[in-house]
T-cell receptor
Framework: QKEVEQNSGPLSVPEGAIASLNCTYS??????FFWYRQYSGKSPELIMS????GDKEDGRFTAQLNKASQYVSLLIRDSQPSDSATYLC????????????FGAGTILRVKS | SQTIHQWPATLVQPVGSPLSLECTVE??????LYWYRQAAGRGLQLLFY??????ISSEVPQNLSASRPQDRQFILSSKKLLLSDSGFYLC????????????FGAGTRLSVL
């Protein structure tokens, strides 16, 4: 199985700062890339999806994709204590692209 | 709108007992359905997925099995639980397009003692 790698963290940032989360993947055939947020004891919730190279912005969140470098990142601007969670990177795989492979997640802590 | 239901929320079972976890999806038809397990402090491991009734793909050989008796129902089972089966079990659905956005249920926390 192809891999998805993330730094486990924790990544600590002060309130109001930009948090930068990174992810690399090994399957060059992957076409769909996702960032999920998971609070402790809860299920993952989708934050961003990105399918083409470049940046995609949604509110305080920006996803960046570079397929040549096999790299996906998530920027969180004006970080808030409520952003403290584990962020999971997911990449599609499989013959029909209908499976997701998840990274182990990066723990983000926003200090007030 | 679509909703996914998963139950029970928590479960404590003795070693060697059977298991049945159920997941249902409302508001869509012919979804792709998935079962994941998450060990403490770890990422999500895909256990099974299904693209249609009776069609089950197993990702990891193990003590578990899955069934899809109806279009929007997905069941995870075991005949005899092991200690290593403890974890957070998550059901997810997607529309089955190449974009494959998956939406998760609330999860079941299983403790095998």
């Amino acid at each position: 199985q192809k891999e998805v790698e993330q730094n486990s963290g924790p990544l600590s940032v002060p309130e109001g700062a930009i948090a930068s989360l990174n992810c690399t993947y090994s399957d060059r055939g992957s076409q769909s890339f996702f960032w999920y947020r998971q609070y402790s004891g809860k299920s993952p919730e989708l934050i961003m999806s990105i399918y083409s190279n470049g940046d995609k912005e949604d509110g305080r969140f920006t996803a960046q994709l570079n397929k040549a470098s096999q790299y996906v990142s998530l920027l969180i601007r004006d970080s808030q204590p409520s952003d403290s969670a584990t962020y999971l990177c997911a990449v599609n795989q499989g013959e029909y692209g209908n499976k997701l492979v998840f990274g182990a997640g990066t723990i983000l802590r926003v200090k007030s | 709108s679509q909703t996914i239901h998963q139950w029970p929320a928590t479960l404590v079972q003795p070693v060697g007992s059977p298991l049945s976890l159920e997941c249902t999806v409302e508001g869509t038809s012919n979804p792709n359905l998935y079962w994941y397990r998450q060990a403490a402090g770890r990422g999500l491991q895909l256990l099974f997925y299904s693209v249609g009734i009776g069609q089950i793909s197993s990702e990891v050989p193990q003590n578990l099995s899955a069934s899809r008796p109806q279009d929007r129902q997905f069941i995870l089972s075991s005949k005899k639980l092991l200690l290593s089966d403890s974890g957070f079990y998550l059901c997810a659905w997607s529309r089955g397009t190449v974009k494959n956005i998956q939406y998760f249920g609330a999860g079941t926390r299983l403790s095998v003692l």
